[in-house]
């Protein structure tokens, strides 16, 4: 694990923070480590409980606005961490003078993928003089260990599972589609582009349901892996308790998730989840994917 | 195109047909260009207009009775064709003593992906003496000629999403997991694993509904390929009118498929749909694949 990301002289650690629990853990880990914290909140998407923290709520398109807040803070250290359930719509922002500056460099990178774009914010918040720091590296405890995490021990079915997942996870990664695959009975049933991991988990439950897909009892398995070239600054993946249900619902065996690059949100919740409902939970250290496991 | 397999001194073809109306024009064509056709049709999935033909309806696990069917009707070219809605339900299907034969070299198979279960059903017929022929050799044009098709001439944006979706189709085609992709402002933004092409593609028109991607207007494309090691005697990728009636829904702009090694069932009618919703079908010779168109 790395040192937190240290403090210079008591300037803060600015949280740009999008939806879902985990930038409030970070703020958390952070504040815990000593560090002091100034959330930017996105409208409409971030979590309730990040309030509790010095914060400023910021619309799309307000990059202006952010370098002023972050600027009157102090803050020289940004992380960039959440998820974003829908896609900005770009005809109806206003953008403000700051955010003019970005948009050459941002319009560019729409050409590319989701993490283009976001790499691009990153590029331009660096060419500013502010540094881009991971969650990861700020919330080191957030990152899923390797080994067995959570829920029973795999079978010999289920590493196979894992080890064809793990494959096409890669594959499409590769190619800045997507994080996500389930594979069951060595077979990949889904793939992940950009319907989101609980989408695909509904659909494998509705194939099964459907009889287009048949298995009785638990098997299978959820694969979540950052993309290869992922920059982890940027969208790195994330299960949670929700993953767990999704997973349960859709009558998988369980989760493997990349070691050391995908993040486990309320960890707590997840591990007792997977313990009450028999699902494993496992961090593959290259070995599955290798397939010497 | 070749020549449509030659009727050894009448000896009929025999058309293994399974659901849509692929098998159907199959043995249409067949018949037109002077051959014996003799049609197994698979219970519960094959189309009524088989009906027509000299036909026996069998169920999964009668190969035994097939070969005895075969045998009686001197056949020894078969062709394999159509759609499986639902997959067979291994547990329930009693299987007979022609079967037993064949089933050591299945369930090997079954490890694999389904091309590699019908790929060893095809081994396995042969072993036995008999030609296995695609519905490409049977049927030439059925399959898609290169260049423009039908609707629309294609935009370069939609090149551009061309030559995403097929880079992407051909990723999860290596794999054995699937045929088709979809994007959208050269982002691909669904794959097609067991769900098959219209539930991706209903599910793209849901991410659109939904908000979770935005476009307006008719832009995207639906791509659909084979796999390249596939064996086009097995499970040919296909399209027809209920694919465009899918496309239009979804909002996208047109489909490109691989020239030469993708079917259109019903080209009347699917080119006729294409015509009236402004849809456009291309079929592409790997210059856009290769970023050359």
Same mark, same amino acid.
């Given at each position: ?131 881009? *720091?991971? #969650?990861? !590296?700020? =919330?080191?405890?957030?990152? @899923?260990?390797? /080994?067995? %995490? $959570?829920?029973? &021990? ?33 077979? *990949?049933? #889904?793939? !992940?582009? =950009?319907?989101?991991?609980? @989408?695909?988990? /509904?659909? %494998? $439950?509705?194939? &099964? ?85």
């Amino acid at each position: 694990m790395t040192t937190p990301s240290g403090g210079i002289s008591g300037e803060p650690l600015v949280i740009f923070a999008a939806g879902g629990a985990v930038p409030f853990e970070v703020a958390t880990a952070a504040a815990a480590a000593g560090r002091k914290v100034f959330v930017l909140a996105l409208e409409g998407e971030s979590d309730a409980r990040l309030a509790g923290f010095p914060n400023a709520i910021v619309k799309w398109g307000q990059i202006g606005r952010v370098e002023k807040l972050i600027d009157a803070h102090g803050g020289r250290e940004i992380v960039l961490i959440g998820s974003v359930s829908k896609r900005p719509d770009f005809s109806s922002i206003s953008v403000d003078l700051g955010a003019l500056r970005y948009l050459p460099r941002l319009i560019k990178g729409m050409i590319g993928g989701d993490d283009t774009v976001l790499g691009n914010l990153v590029k331009g918040l660096e060419d500013r003089g502010y540094r881009v *720091v991971g #969650a990861h !590296e700020v =919330a080191p405890d957030l990152v @899923a260990s390797p /080994g067995h %995490v $959570a829920g029973p &021990r795999m079978t010999d079915a289920d590493v196979l599972d894992a080890g064809q997942a793990l494959a096409a996870a890669r594959a499409i990664g590769l190619l800045d589609i997507g994080q996500g695959a389930v594979a069951v009975g060595a077979r *990949v049933v #889904a793939l !992940e582009a =950009a319907e989101g991991t609980d @989408a695909m988990l /509904g659909r %494998v $439950a509705d194939m &099964r349901a459907e009889g287009r897909l048949r298995w009785s009892g638990r098997r299978g398995v959820l694969v979540k892996r950052a993309k290869p070239q992922q920059d982890l600054r940027v969208d790195m993946p994330a299960i949670g308790p929700k993953t767990v249900e999704a997973v349960v619902r859709a009558s998988l065996a369980g989760i493997v998730i990349e070691a050391g690059r995908v993040m486990i949100a309320e960890r707590a919740e997840t591990v007792a989840a997977a313990a009450r409902t028999g699902t494993f939970i496992y961090g593959d250290d290259g070995r599955i994917a290798a397939g010497k496991q």
